[in-house]
Structures are given as structure tokens and as C-alpha cells.
């Protein structure tokens, strides 16, 4: 149980396009999506919190006009990267937290984005 | 604001026993937690330590000691498939944010 559906898994793109990846909570209710980027080598660094109904929470440095988030639905939060340019080429990954555990944070698969 | 240290590359023999360390400074704390990640691959939950001690799931085991704001990881009979990066991550008080390690590459060779 506790899976995050996260699409699409690879993505080339134009520089100055826009792209969007999805995730959805198949078989439990996330109020709650964390987006993370990873660089090559390096850790997951958290870009924004998501709560269902309400504005994202982004981290210092994020641009929210940028990464824009949607969480319109307890099972669906969505991340948009707007005119996109190289230097957003990540690992982008959806996380949720599992309601009544400690722990119990599940990712997506992630998202390879390449912008060229 | 939330820190955490931990080796960045250990190796180890097929059959062996490693353990990774993870020391922490953090504003608040909500237990201890343990992520595999494979090249490519996203995150998958290992270990969680709330209270001090010893928790063991078959193969891989993870220690906390909240006085020295430190833990590890123990991998025993260690197999090639092993081999991957391993985070260690912590949620602060009052919210549900992981803060995550920069990871330790763990080569296992035969």
C-alpha cells in the first residue's frame, strides 16, 4: 500500500517550454506532497510543500512563479516547470507522507528532466 | 535549521558488514529515518528510529542515540545489489519536511 504514481519518469524539453509532472496517491489520501530536486551525486534538496486546497510552501531560493504547484485533490498534486532552461535539467521527486505513521513518507519514481 | 553528516563513499566485500554513520543537528526532532537509493531510482524507506536503540529489519539495522545526536546504519551479509547511495533523514518539530543527508555511496565488491 502507500504508492505514489509519479509521471511521466523521463522528459526532453525546449528551452523556454513548459512541463509538467504529476503524482497521485493510488491507494491512500495525501494532504500533504513534498517536490524535491536532485542534482547528479548530490542529496534530495526539498523545493515545496504542497497542501491539498491551499498555496504551496516554498523553500528560500525556490521561485514560486517558476515551479508552480498545484494540490487541487487529496490524491493529485502537480509540479509545472514554467520556460524552462537548462540549468532546470534534475531528478525531480514527489514524496507523502502516510497518514498515522511516523515514518511513513513514500516517493514517486521521479522525473528526469532534460532541457535543451 | 536541520543538518545532517554522514560519510559521503564507503566500500565493502560481498558477505561483509558496514555501517554508515549519520550525526545531526536539528531545531527540533522527529525520529531518525533510513532511505536506499539506487542509480536512477527514487528513494525507498529502510529504518526509522524514534526512541534510542536498536531497530533490526532482516539484513539492515539502524541505531539512535539522541544524546549524541547521532545514528547508523548496519547492512550485514552484504550483497552486490547493496550497492547504492544511502541517505539518512530527519523531520523536524513541527512539521512533516524530511531534511535530508548528502548520502553515502556504498560499493559492495565481490
Known amino acids: 500500500g502507500a504508492v505514489v504514481s509519479q509521471h511521466p519518469s523521463r522528459v526532453i524539453c525546449k528551452s523556454g517550454t513548459s512541463v509538467k509532472i504529476e503524482c497521485r496517491s493510488l491507494?491512500?489520501?495525501?494532504?500533504?506532497m513534498f517536490w524535491y530536486r536532485q542534482f547528479p551525486k548530490q542529496s534530495l534538496m526539498l523545493m515545496a510543500t504542497?497542501?491539498?486546497?491551499?498555496?504551496?510552501?516554498?523553500e528560500q531560493g525556490v521561485e514560486k512563479d517558476k515551479f508552480l504547484i498545484n494540490h487541487a485533490s487529496l490524491t493529485l498534486s502537480t509540479l509545472t516547470v514554467t520556460s524552462a532552461h537548462p540549468e532546470d535539467s534534475s531528478f525531480y521527486i514527489c514524496?507523502?507522507?502516510?497518514?498515522?505513521?511516523?515514518?511513513?513518507?513514500?516517493f514517486g519514481s521521479g522525473t528526469r528532466l532534460t532541457v535543451v | 535549521g536541520q543538518s545532517l553528516e554522514q560519510p559521503s563513499e564507503v566500500t565493502a566485500v560481498e558477505g561483509a558488514i558496514v555501517q554508515i554513520n549519520c550525526t545531526y543537528q536539528?531545531?527540533?526532532?522527529?525520529?531518525l529515518s533510513w532511505y536506499q537509493q539506487h542509480d536512477g531510482g527514487a528513494p525507498t524507506f529502510l529504518s526509522y528510529n524514534a526512541l534510542d536503540g536498536l531497530e533490526e529489519t532482516g539484513r539492515f539495522s539502524s541505531f539512535l542515540s539522541r544524546s549524541d545526536s547521532y545514528g547508523y546504519l548496519l547492512l550485514q551479509e552484504l550483497q552486490m545489489k547493496d550497492s547504492a547511495s544511502y541517505f539518512c533523514a530527519v523531520a523536524g518539530a513541527g512539521s512533516y519536511q524530511l531534511t535530508f543527508g548528502k548520502g553515502t555511496k556504498l560499493s559492495v565488491i565481490p
Open positions: 514524496s507523502a507522507r502516510v497518514q498515522n505513521t511516523n515514518y511513513g513518507y513514500t
Open positions: 491507494d491512500f489520501q495525501a494532504t500533504t
Open positions: 536539528t531545531s527540533g526532532f522527529y525520529g
Open positions: 504542497s497542501n491539498e486546497g491551499s498555496k504551496a510552501t516554498y
